[in-house]
């Protein structure tokens, strides 16, 4: 049955002219590596933005402080700079006090690197005790100045906190150490043939516990849900030093009140996320990957809600993105794209199962269908693993390769899926008319103005690379871009979190009464506000 699909398809002059589905020669230009999202600073230049004031509540840390950090952590965990009494260079603590796109900067003196929870409860008893600020930091991956500094608060790095504590192969609850690298778990867990329900482009260096504490969410939100579903127990540590131990393997557990919900998202501000229970699914048997051309955004929709409908249950990705992200990938990863021609949007579709001859037959029909009603002019259907990670790489490729085009601004938002996209042509409008984009042309303040994400979702991450961050760029889409997504009843952030950039627009997504009951909840936690201040609320 299914050669007589692929027959069908493969007739098809819109698909001939990749020779066919099985066009594995369009693909032999492509190149990945194992690592597609390394997140290093490139082309970027130091952005102006907002920094609150330096709250005189906090101590200023000093040599005796050091002294009592040297009792809790080795030596080697420990960097500290000769302003507070180390020998560290400062160049040693760059990493820690700017964020991979050097947009946010920071001023510590002295970076920590537990590998205990109690040597994390030790550090904050004493932090709290004295008002030392501290900020928690994964892997660092984070696009909204969450994870660095804004001053010279101590960064407590959990990246030496990275064991798997334990793994149920029956159920599939993998339990670990907050700073284990979220690729090293999936592929501990591929070995046991599960996967993580996560999976994000910076996954090679980002961290589990960062992903619980932003709440991210990633290419496989669509099939898997969010991580307030798949998390099933925390291990937190409270600003005070007590150590909350929620670490349940247990998938019902309905015995009061759901604390670990509260620091799933919180960004490190209401407690630092030592260890990670989590349910992985099983992987699946049967993978199949296509990449789209489609002639508009409308039929962007029209293609998800026919996948829906005939791939409902092996639906696991339905990703896009626009003209100017392809071009921007194509030319900065070394990638060929396996469609013959361009076209205004690209589409990803991924199916996982476990039947391959149903789940090729399903995808097959798709892909007929969506052919036959106009949806889509152009495909190419990955026939291997090694093609599969190749059509990847060209949707995850997409914030390096900007990075590499120029300084971006970024904004990741959550939008009603029939207007998702209608805010990139607004912003390109408005820049036009300010005479700061001319699209297609160079020379201008502004090089690209594009959007990508995940149409399941009602994600859009909207990108506007430019030659330099300026203040004339931020104001014509700031706070612009807030009020618009406000007005379509949609999120000012959709999966990044609100960090020190969005801080001062949370009433757009937010009442105030809500902001209210966050800001108790946090000086209930965090009394003396040490952990992560600054941001959030």
Same mark, same amino acid.
């Given at each position: 049955m299914l050669t007589a699909i692929k027959a069908r398809i493969v007739c098809r002059p819109v698909f001939g002219a990749v020779s066919s589905l099985r066009a594995v020669s369009k693909f032999a230009a492509l190149s990945i590596s194992s690592k597609p999202q390394t997140f290093a600073a490139v082309g970027q230049h130091s952005r102006h933005y907002h920094k609150p004031a330096r709250s005189s509540s906090f101590k200023k840390l000093g040599k005796d402080d050091v002294r009592h950090f040297e009792k809790i952590l080795p030596a080697e965990t420990i960097l500290a700079t000769p302003a507070v009494g180390g020998s560290a260079d400062p160049i040693e603590l760059e990493g820690f006090n700017a964020d991979w796109l !050097? /947009?946010? &900067?920071?001023?510590?003196? =002295?970076?920590?690197?537990?590998?205990?929870?109690?040597?994390?409860?030790?550090?904050?008893?004493?932090?709290?005790?004295?008002?030392?600020?501290v900020v928690p930091q994964g892997g660092n991956t984070g696009l909204v100045?969450?994870?660095?500094?804004?001053?010279?608060?101590?960064?407590?790095?959990?990246?030496?906190? !990275? /064991?798997? &504590?334990?793994?149920?192969? =029956?159920?599939?609850?993998?339990?670990c150490d907050a700073g284990c690298v979220l690729e090293e778990l999936g592929n501990y867990v591929g070995e046991k043939d599960h996967i993580m329900p996560l999976d994000l482009g910076a996954k090679g260096s980002c961290h589990?516990?960062?992903?619980?504490?932003?709440?991210?969410?990633?290419?496989?939100f669509l099939r898997y849900g969010t991580l307030h579903g798949s998390v099933l127990g925390l291990e937190v540590v409270l600003p005070d030093g007590t150590i909350l131990d929620n670490m349940s393997t247990l998938r019902k557990d309905n015995t009061g009140y759901d604390l670990k919900q509260l620091f799933i998202g919180s960004e490190g501000s209401l407690g630092v996320i030592t260890g990670v229970s989590i349910a992985t699914p099983r992987k699946p048997?049967?993978?199949n990957v296509a990449v789209l051309g489609v002639p508009s955004y409308e039929n962007v929709q029209q293609a998800f809600k026919l996948a829906?409908?005939?791939?409902?249950?092996?639906?696991?990705?339905?990703?896009?993105?626009d003209a100017n992200c392809m071009g921007a990938v194509l030319k900065h990863q070394g990638l060929k794209s396996p469609l013959s021609n361009e076209f205004p949007f690209y589409v990803l579709i991924e199916t996982s199962g476990s039947n391959k001859d149903h789940d090729d037959e399903k995808m097959g029909a798709l892909l007929e269908e969506l052919l036959e009603q106009g949806i889509v002019e152009d495909g190419a259907l990955a026939q291997d693993d090694s093609q599969i990670s190749r059509m990847w790489a060209m949707r995850e490729g997409i914030p390096e390769s900007l990075g590499k085009t120029g300084p971006t601004y970024k904004y990741d938002v959550s939008i009603p899926i029939p207007v998702l996209y209608d805010i990139v042509g607004d912003i390109a409008g408005r820049l036009e008319s300010a005479k700061l984009y001319s699209p297609g042309?160079?020379?201008?303040?502004?090089?690209?103005?594009?959007?990508?994400?995940?149409?399941?979702?009602?994600?859009?991450?909207?990108n506007v690379v430019a030659e330099k961050f300026e203040d004339r760029i931020t104001n014509i889409f700031e706070p612009y871009v807030y009020e618009w997504v406000s007005s379509h009843r949609g999120s000012i952030s959709a999966e990044h979190g609100v960090g020190l950039m969005k801080r001062d627009y949370l009433g757009y997504s937010k009442s105030p009464e809500?902001?209210?009951?966050?800001k108790r909840i946090k000086d209930l936690f965090d009394p003396k506000g040490i952990l992560n201040p600054y941001k959030v609320v």
């Open positions: !050097n /947009k946010y &900067r920071g001023n510590s003196q =002295l970076i920590l690197r537990p590998k205990t929870t109690k040597e994390v409860s030790e550090i904050l008893k004493y932090c709290n005790d004295q008002g030392i600020a100045g969450g994870s660095v500094p804004v001053h010279d608060e101590v960064v407590l790095s959990l990246r030496n906190m !990275n /064991k798997i &504590r334990s793994y149920d192969e =029956l159920s599939g609850i993998l339990v589990i516990g960062g992903n619980v504490a932003t709440n991210a969410g990633g290419i496989r048997s049967s993978v829906r409908r005939r791939c409902g249950e092996i639906l696991s990705a339905y990703e896009f993105w042309e160079t020379g201008n303040p502004v090089r690209l103005v594009c959007g990508y994400g995940h149409i399941g979702d009602g994600n859009l991450h909207l809500m902001i209210s009951y966050m």
